[in-house]
């Protein structure tokens, strides 16, 4: 069964340096970081970044992180993360594939898993909080399950 998209986003990197090894592959653990840079540009686009999670009571850790590496990304080379909202109402569950910019040609497979967790409490939030169900669904490419 296909997995309902809610919402989704890109966002182009070019691999900078200071991410590849001696043989200028991209070092496996930067992928979390191209993951973060592509949720964060989303988050922005629907004005609901960290900054709006805190002053809505709410932290969002990653509770959950999947890598697939299909094939390396080098030094200089353009990739984007294309990332796909697929689940909004208990968690904030993405799904990403890195792919290179000009051909299309997958690298990498991913996905993170967020909770809402109340700031005053410390608790998990086992329903996502309104505040991020309306950002969410204001978002130009959201569509309703």
Not at 11 to 37: C, Q, R, S, T
Request: proline content about 3%.
């Amino acid at each position: 069964m296909a997995k309902h998209v809610y919402c989704r986003h890109s966002v182009e990197i070019e691999v900078p340096f200071f991410d590849v090894d001696a043989m200028h592959i991209v070092w496996h653990g930067h992928y979390v970081k191209y993951l973060e840079v592509a949720r964060c540009a989303f988050l922005n686009e629907i004005s609901y970044d960290y900054n709006e999670m805190k002053r809505q009571g709410f932290s969002w850790p990653v509770v959950q992180l999947n890598l697939k590496y299909v094939k390396p990304a080098v030094f200089g080379q353009k990739v984007r993360v294309d990332l796909a909202v697929v689940e909004i109402e208990s968690c904030l569950r993405i799904d990403y594939t890195i792919v290179d910019a000009e051909s299309g040609k997958k690298l990498t497979k991913a996905s993170t898993t967020q909770v809402a967790v109340s700031l005053e409490s410390g608790e998990m939030q086992f329903q996502t909080p309104d505040s991020w169900l309306k950002a969410v669904g204001e978002h130009h490419s959201f569509q309703a399950a």
